[in-house]
């Protein structure tokens, strides 16, 4: 890890307006993430975790507030251009997997880069590469329906690591798998940050899963709770279940 | 409001979109429907009325051997006792010179009974008295010849036939009914007086026949047995007779077509919306609701959409209608203008019911598939895949159905009407196959299609690799959801080359008849005119010889009398040997279609019945140039002199004729010159080879304007089904647009994305359009071939499958417009976050 945070958010709000109404769901919150770095946030449902992941991303604009990716600003880049900026620095891992349907497990992987404009077939070598390390190199050539939900979180792992992004967004990973194969895309994402130098943001309900990260951020009421932020020796299960408890999540 | 209806409308409001087009694919096609059935009803009024006013409204015309009047009145007397008839009156046409102190004029004469205008509508009398019941030596003249010859009233009038015997004139007709004969130069004067004075001029006399109830004219021609012919007036065969029929029916057909393509186009659409919302379905079953109740919901919806779709079609049917009028259109084509605007209401029921009916069917189909799945099953799924929905089953029973039903039906039909139906088998088992071929293809064979999407994309994937492998893939591997807009593009797009082909093998033909039969000549009508008067139009300069074309005799087909000293020009003046056998023996000049559609060929002998009993005729030749006047195609020319001797044809005045010019004359002056020496006398109404060929060539192409209009018709549909699609499949795949955004593609990049899909769909579907054309062209030109008689050939025209393809591709991808907006708006973040 190095000091400069490669993802940095200043005093981010979000507010939902619908007719006459407000709902404040992220409130001023200040956060750096460095290079490598797998941080954890946890928190009860509609806290606004997704929400978070959706502006660090670009997805949705912010209230108000700054969002700081390599150290530029993404507030106020055109739709393009933060389109441009997603393509090449953050790379999306979803509860749903979100894969085209049509699409083989191989080609699945490879869109990333043809998004970007790159001939899949001149990174044969990568693909095969990232495919043999999610361990569904077998299975390239099938289709999405043809696989079971941990072949397919691992096939959406493989197509977030495709295009080596900075960053790594992953929204409840294993939300829809089961146990076991839950630990094995945990361990794929803790490999990625260790062994590839990538930056993870995992949002998660598990407090096993969160004790992957190095960092466990709790966010409650669209704020994050200052006093309970778990780093080093203090991340693990035990010590993230007792946070839970005590902010009543 | 009843919770039905609440989800009913609440589903249509919310797909406001899908709504709009669905409702938009059963208006076109109940518009279209309506417009063609509409113009085509006023197209045959406009053409009943058009005879009814140049001749009157006789059920039926019978005519009788009966030859002197002793036994005429005796058949007459008989015909009368028939219960069938309600009345009848006698008549007869023939042709009389009116004497004057400068020579004699030629006029049309018709001997006729009071019957004739009260009962029958021949004429009015707009001055003086009808004729009367008594007969006697009096007339009715035209106000016309009145007003020319200086004949009143009261004056008193002789005939060059009948010098002796003075006609009183007892009143006036309008030019209208009978008294257009002629161009207004018209006598009318009693049957019985006349018939005895003028035997030897009068046209073989006839009955016009009001009928009592329903007896039809098979019965009423086995009742009066042999002696007599029963034929339909002019009136009643408006329109339903020969090339107006099947064109009539062409377009009707055409009509009903587009029709069956709007909703089939709604069909697709309730059956797509159904895929998409199966997890509603799911959802109310889990609380409760009823599969009747569902079933409800998603009649109500389509009932909705299928009598709004169905009464703005109606009301746009008729504004269409009017339009179509407007810029001259008939069920016929362009050439006959349509001037009466009224409803049939019955068919108008008719189509609307069906349109609401079908649009109905619709929805059920796709529910009774629905009503398979479990609940979980329902629920678990994003979306019942269109596979299920659009099995295959359905449409291998329809390409079954069509095998057996078209020549089935075909046969059926054909045995009903007495139409022979083993020419005709080939072509509807040809067509059956085609159709069975290609809708097997892009339902039933969707690995073959994805190839085909595949070769087609393969050049757009090298151009944009991104959206073009996307769209590659996508298409290829989810054919089931094009398969619809395919169906729609390629049945339309194989129907625009298949008519553009036929009006081209058309166009071919006539220019191949028609430079002989027109170049170098004027066609001429005026009032009756003798011998000598026409005689004296060779004086003007650049007239070669002016050839009169009144005389004719029917069977067993056309048959034109010409003077041989008038044939010296075209085949005769390069064979004087030929002008001798045709001048000196029975012979016979045939036109190619004739020729064609007879199987007839030079050195042929054909036996006709003549006044002197059976002749054998020789065909000299087959050739155009000699005997075309109007758009009698099938005709044969005889030397007069034969044909007077032969057949006892009255040839002492004529009203048609052909003028053929010098070599180097120059039609529109020589034009010009008769009309400044004769046109005011002779009134003569002048048409030049030039004009006349403009016509016939653009003739084929006006006639089937009213296609055009149908097809372009089609090709809204295709591009509203299209849309549909697309936009259908865009509400259906937000979470993928969603993905791809999040993923890096540039809102322009998704875009083009489903732009391109239309455009790649386009593009396939004009390839299959243009490739069922093709063979769909043959069988088009070989079934008017054997329905017209025309001597018509296949011949291909790149340009049309060219147009084609790029027509569908341009529909396709002007139709994925608006759902490439409506994929560029979905809201990422929302659309990802919920399974």
């Known amino acids: 890890m190095t000091d400069s945070p490669v993802l940095a958010t200043r005093a981010l709000t979000k507010v939902f307006t619908t007719g006459d109404r407000t709902l404040c769901v992220l409130n001023g919150i200040t956060l750096s993430v460095q290079k490598g770095e797998f941080l954890t946030i946890m928190g009860p449902s509609g806290c606004g975790k997704s929400t978070l992941l959706h502006l660090l991303s670009g997805l949705e604009r912010p209230t108000s507030g700054d969002i700081m990716i390599d150290g530029q600003s993404i507030i106020g880049l055109s739709r393009r251009r933060m389109t441009l900026l997603r393509r090449a620095k953050i790379g999306f891992i979803f509860q749903f997997f979100n894969l085209l349907p049509n699409l083989t497990v191989r080609e699945n992987i490879a869109l990333p880069l043809l998004i970007g404009g790159e001939r899949p077939e001149s990174r044969r070598a990568h693909l095969d590469a990232l495919m043999e390390w999610v361990g569904i190199t077998d299975r390239m050539e099938h289709f999405p329906h043809q696989l079971s939900g941990g072949e397919m979180q691992r096939v959406s792992i493989a197509r977030a690591l495709a295009n080596t992004p900075a960053i790594v967004l992953a929204d409840e990973p294993t939300g829809n798998v089961g146990t076991h194969v839950g630990e094995e895309i945990m361990r794929l994402l803790r490999a990625c940050a260790d062994d590839r130098g990538q930056t993870i943001l995992l949002v998660t309900h598990n407090a096993k899963d969160a004790a992957r990260g190095d960092r466990v951020l709790f966010l409650n009421d669209g704020v994050i709770a200052s006093n309970y932020v778990l780093t080093g020796p203090e991340v693990n299960e035990r010590r993230i279940f007792a946070c839970l408890q005590e902010l009543g999540i | ?835």
Request: net charge positive; with cysteine; proline share 4%.
């Open chain 2, 1 to 835: 409001m009843n919770a039905v209806f609440l989800l009913a409308f609440r589903n249509l409001a919310s797909r406001k979109t899908r709504t709009l087009l669905t409702t938009l694919g059963i208006a076109v096609g109940v518009a279209t429907a309506v417009a063609v059935f509409v113009l085509d009803y006023n197209t045959l009024i406009t053409l009943k009325i058009k005879e009814i006013t140049a001749y009157g409204t006789p059920d039926l015309e019978v005519s009788t051997a009966a030859g002197d009047p002793a036994s005429f009145a005796a058949d007459l007397a008989r015909l009368r006792s028939k219960s069938y008839v309600q009345r009848v009156t006698p008549l007869f046409f023939g042709t009389l010179s009116i004497l004057r102190p400068d020579g004699s004029e030629a006029i049309a004469v018709a001997g006729l009974e009071q019957d004739a205008s009260g009962w029958f509508g021949g004429y009015h009398v707009s001055a003086g008295h009808d004729l009367p019941d008594s007969g006697g030596h009096v007339i009715i003249l035209t106000e016309r010849v009145s007003a020319r010859l200086g004949i009143g009233i009261g004056d008193s009038v002789r005939f060059a036939e009948r010098p002796d015997l003075a006609f009183r004139v007892i009143g006036l007709i309008p030019v209208w009914l009978l008294g257009q004969r002629n161009n207004g130069n018209v006598g009318i004067i009693p049957f019985w007086d006349g018939w005895r004075a003028f035997r030897s001029q009068a046209v073989s006399p006839f009955y016009w026949v009001k009928l009592n109830g329903t007896a039809t004219v098979d019965a009423i021609r086995a009742d009066l047995g042999p002696d007599h012919t029963v034929t339909l007036p002019p009136h009643v065969l408006a329109g339903e007779t020969g090339d107006k029929k099947v064109m009539r029916d062409g377009v009707r057909v055409s009509g009903l077509l587009t029709l069956v393509l709007g909703l089939y186009l709604v069909f697709n659409s309730l059956s797509m919306a159904l895929a998409e919302r199966i997890r509603e379905v799911g959802l109310m079953q889990a609380v409760g609701t009823t599969d009747r109740q569902i079933a409800a919901v998603f009649l109500v919806e389509a009932c909705v959409m299928a009598v709004v779709g169905a009464a703005v079609g109606l009301i746009g049917g008729l504004v269409l209608t009017r339009l179509l009028m407007l810029f001259g259109f008939s069920s016929l084509g362009t050439g006959t203008r349509v001037w009466m605007f009224r409803l049939p209401r019955e068919r108008l029921v008719q189509v609307v019911v069906l349109g609401v009916s079908a649009a109905m069917g619709g929805a059920v189909y796709p529910l009774l598939k629905a009503r398979r799945l479990s609940v979980v099953e329902a629920l678990k799924q994003r979306g019942l895949r269109l596979e299920i929905v659009l099995s295959r089953r359905l449409y291998a029973l329809l390409v079954a159905a069509l095998l057996i039903a078209l020549p089935a039906g075909y046969m059926a039909a054909a045995s009903a009407l007495r139409i022979p139906w083993r020419q005709g088998l080939p072509l509807v088992v040809q067509t059956a196959l085609l159709f069975a071929a290609f809708l097997s293809l892009i339902f039933l064979a969707p690995s073959l299609t994805g190839r085909l999407i595949r070769a087609i994309s393969w050049p757009i994937k090298r151009l944009i690799r991104c959206e073009g492998f996307l769209v590659e893939r996508t298409l290829s591997r989810s054919t089931a959801r094009i398969a619809a807009s395919l169906g729609i593009l390629t049945f339309v797009f194989a129907a625009l080359v298949g008519l553009k082909h036929m009006t081209m093998s058309l166009r071919l033909q006539s220019q191949r008849w028609v430079d002989p039969a027109v170049g170098g000549k004027l066609f001429v009508s005026s009032r009756l005119l003798s011998p000598a008067e026409y005689a004296r139009l060779t004086a003007v300069p650049g007239v070669r010889a002016v050839v009169p074309m009144s005389h004719t005799i029917p069977a067993p087909f056309l048959i034109r009398g010409l003077p041989a000293d008038g044939l010296r020009y075209g085949l005769f003046s390069r064979s004087p040997d030929l002008l001798r056998r045709f001048t000196s023996t029975p012979a016979l000049l045939i036109s190619s279609q004739l020729a064609h559609a007879r199987g007839l060929k030079t050195g042929d002998r054909l036996t006709l019945s003549t006044n002197g009993g059976p002749m054998t005729f020789t065909i000299l030749a087959v050739t155009d140039e000699y005997g075309y006047f109007i758009d009698e195609r099938f005709f044969g020319v005889m030397n007069l002199a034969t044909m007077t001797q032969a057949f006892r044809v009255e040839t002492s005045a004529a009203n048609q004729f052909v003028i053929v010019l010098d070599e180097r004359a120059d039609e529109n002056r020589v034009k010009n010159e008769l009309i400044a020496w004769y046109g005011g006398s002779f009134e003569l109404s002048i048409i030049t080879g030039g004009q006349k060929r403009a016509w016939v060539i653009g003739g084929v192409t006006s006639d089937f304007r009213i296609f055009d209009f149908i097809l372009a018709m089609t090709c809204l549909l295709a591009g509203i089904g299209v849309t549909n699609a697309l936009v259908i499949g865009a509400l259906e795949r937000r979470r993928e647009f969603g993905l791809l955004q999040a993923l890096g593609v540039t809102p322009a990049q998704l875009g083009r994305i489903v732009i391109l899909e239309g455009t790649v769909v386009g593009l396939v579907g004009g390839v299959l359009g243009s490739g069922m054309g093709i063979p769909l062209a043959r069988i088009i030109v070989d079934g008017l071939a054997l329905v017209s008689q025309l001597d018509l050939t296949f011949t291909l025209s790149p340009r049309w499958l060219v147009m084609s393809v790029v027509a569908a591709t341009a529909i396709s991808t002007a139709a994925g417009l608006y759902p490439a907006l409506k994929a560029v708006r979905v809201d990422v973040a929302e659309s990802l976050q919920y399974e």
